[in-house]
Structures are given as structure tokens and as C-alpha cells.
């Protein structure tokens, strides 16, 4: 079915809007998937506050050149979805390569990354990149370590100490 003028010039309002503000992008060909599967996609992306938008390619190009990012949409297989993500730039990598492991119809094309096109390979590399929360974690547990170890050798010679004074006092 044909989108008519104002329709299409709505989707490229929209699509340069959401583009202009994303951090991080992925393309992804949906081709095969029900109903539900996509409607389960999108609400956990929506819980990240990560938009999934679908249009056509030569749309999507049209908004991209536009936005100076140079993406050979024609290139990209199948019908074509961007998730964009605003907050967290793995956060969209992150949850669509769990999908795409569920799902096989499911398959990411590529993405966007600091205004550049990066190749599937690279999103899946950024998707098993730690969140930013676990990093400060294992950042934190590494500082807090050497301390650790500090206090429990100070323990060790107190209370080796205490166990001396009583083996004395016993006698």
C-alpha cells in the first residue's frame, strides 16, 4: 500500500527528530517475526526508554543523508527497523542481540556509534561489553581489595597476639 506525501514527510519528521538525539542506533531486518514477538521486543526496549522505529529504506536514507551520517541503507537486507537508544549507547546493542539469540528471524544489520556505521560484528562486541553499573561495581570491589587485605592482616597479628597472652596465661 501507498504512503501518501504528508505521511511520508510525518515518518521523516519523526525519524530526523529521534535521529538527531540518539547516541547509539541499530539497524535490524525483522522479516518473519509475528505480532507478538515484536510487540514483546518493543516493550522491553521501552523500558529502557529505547524507541524502535520502522520505515522505509529509501526514508530512512533520505533522513540519514540529511543528518550528515553516511549509511548505505540500500546495503541492508530484509525490512528494516532502527533502535535508537538516547541514554545508555550499549543499552540497544545490548538488548537486541539478546532478542536476536531468541529469535531467529530476528537479525541485526549493523548500527550507528558516534555518528559513524558500524558492522554487525561490532554491535554484537559492544553488546557483551559490561552495563555502566557493573563496571563502577567491579571498579569499586577492585579499590576496596588491597584495604581488605590490609585490615586482615592487621587481624592476623592481633589475633595472633590474643591466642600468645593466652596460651601464657594457661600456663
Same mark, same amino acid.
Given at each position: 500500500?501507498?504512503?501518501?506525501?504528508? #505521511?511520508?514527510?510525518?515518518?521523516?519528521k519523526d525519524l530526523e527528530d529521534k535521529l538527531s538525539r540518539h547516541k547509539a542506533a541499530v539497524f535490524v531486518d525483522y522479516? =518473519?517475526?509475528d505480532v507478538g514477538?515484536?510487540? $514483546?521486543?518493543?516493550? @522491553?526496549?521501552r523500558k529502557e526508554g529505547i524507541d524502535m522505529k520502522i520505515a522505509k529504506k529509501t526514508l530512512l536514507s533520505l533522513v540519514l543523508e540529511k543528518l550528515n551520517v553516511s549509511? $548505505?541503507? #540500500?546495503?541492508?537486507?530484509?525490512?528494516? !527497523?532502527?533502535v535508537l537508544g538516547y541514554g545508555d549507547e550499549l543499552a540497544p !546493542?545490548?538488548?537486541?542481540?539478546?532478542?536476536?539469540?531468541?529469535? @531467529?528471524?530476528?537479525k541485526v544489520l549493523g548500527g550507528i556509534f558516534e555518528k559513524g556505521f558500524i558492522p554487525a560484528e561490532n554491535v554484537a562486541a559492544l553488546a557483551s561489553i559490561?552495563?555502566?553499573?557493573?563496571?563502577?561495581?567491579?571498579? !569499586?570491589?577492585?579499590?576496596q581489595a588491597p584495604m581488605s =587485605?590490609?585490615?586482615?592482616?592487621?587481624? =592476623?597479628?592481633i589475633a595472633g597476639l590474643v591466642r600468645v597472652l593466652n596460651a601464657i596465661s594457661k600456663k
Open positions: 500500500m501507498a504512503i501518501s506525501k504528508q #505521511k511520508k514527510e510525518e515518518i521523516i522479516s =518473519g517475526l514477538a515484536m510487540e $514483546d521486543i518493543r516493550k @522491553e526496549l549509511v $548505505d541503507t #540500500k546495503s541492508l537486507s530484509g525490512q528494516v !527497523a532502527v !546493542a545490548r538488548i537486541i542481540s539478546r532478542f536476536a539469540k531468541e529469535l @531467529e528471524n530476528l559490561p552495563s555502566r553499573e557493573e563496571l563502577l561495581a567491579k571498579m !569499586a570491589g577492585s579499590m =587485605g590490609l585490615v586482615n592482616v592487621m587481624q =592476623g597479628n
